[in-house]
């Protein structure tokens, strides 16, 4: 894609525009970068697919501004996020005006990555109506629900939900985070601010087993989260603090419970 030092890391798979879309029972070993990646898809299956690919920026499946999929049977093992739901970026999204919606993950196992589910923070052209089940994460993530945007991406978040899920090792349990800018925080300046709209976000029925953190929600005073319902939520061992919200309303708790509070140095996870 470029000559010398310059040279970009393709995707591995890359649909663009495609519809009726199938992929189905095949294994995928090292990408250079995005394994699977859907962009401005509709209406597709992916299944029955063992994906492990552990060098840089190595996201198991990625759907932007892609709708009406299902991904399910399938085992992840990544060097980045699992499966990653997006919607474009900044100006370029908001011409597009595409959003990613209708997405169901299920039975699913993500051995290691950085996230069960990640949200973003490419979401300028919003995503809704998202629903992960009865998936596991035997081994360890850094986040298992995990939302990110910034004060550039515009866009919406609405009715993601994840729920009947079994993990072992994790940073976050939940996490959503509207301050994602990496290194160009400080390499480019923000020349328009468009906070996103975050509402109606749900976890239910998940059990882990040692985490820093349950949830560590973190609104825009700009734009406060509205509505998220977190419920039947087990951690056995938790090590850096249980709770944290800021600039959120309408937040519902039920059953959020541990075990022991084992306060403990955070090191990165071990991959």
């Known amino acids: 894609m470029a000559e010398g030092e ?11 525009r495609c519809e009726n879309v199938q992929l189905d029972g095949f294994k995928i070993r090292e990408s250079p970068f995005w394994t699977i990646h859907l962009y401005m898809c509709k209406n597709g299956r992916v299944s029955n697919l063992d994906v492990y690919a552990h060098g840089h920026n190595n996201d198991g499946v990625d759907l932007e501004m892609t709708q009406n999929f299902v991904i399910e049977d399938c085992v992840f093992d990544q060097g980045d996020d699992a499966v990653v739901i997006k919607a474009g970026r900044n100006q370029d999204a908001w011409r597009l005006a595409t959003p990613t919606q209708n997405i169901v993950i299920r039975n699913c196992v993500i051995k290691k990555g ?5 949200i973003g923070s490419e979401i300028s052209g919003g995503i809704r109506n998202v629903y992960m089940h009865d998936c596991e994460s035997p081994d360890e993530v850094i ?17 993601i939900s994840m729920e009947n899920v079994k993990a072992n090792r994790m940073r976050r349990a939940c996490e959503i985070d509207t301050d994602v800018l990496y290194l160009w925080k400080d390499i480019v300046p923000t ?7 975050i509402s109606n976000i749900s976890m239910r029925n998940i059990e882990c087993e040692q985490a820093n953190a349950i949830y560590d929600i973190k609104g825009s005073a700009l734009l406060p989260i509205d509505t ?16 944290n919200q800021t600039n959120v309303k309408n937040l519902s708790t039920n059953n959020i419970t541990y075990d022991k509070f084992v306060k403990k140095e955070i090191k990165p996870l071990g991959w």
Not at 7 to 15: G, K
Not at 147 to 155: A, D, L, S, V, Y
Not at 191 to 197: A, G, I, N, S
Request: net charge positive.
């Open 228 to 243: 998220v319902r977190l419920e039947n939520i087990h951690v056995k061992e938790v090590n850096e603090f249980i709770n």
């Open 114 to 118: 950085h996230c069960l589910l990640g």
């Open 191 to 197: 020349y328009e601010e468009r906070p996103t709209r």
């Open 6 to 16: 310059n040279h970009l890391r393709p995707h591995l798979i890359h649909l663009n």
């Open 143 to 159: 986040r298992l629900f995990y939302m990110k945007t910034n004060i550039r991406r515009g866009g919406f978040l609405e009715n």
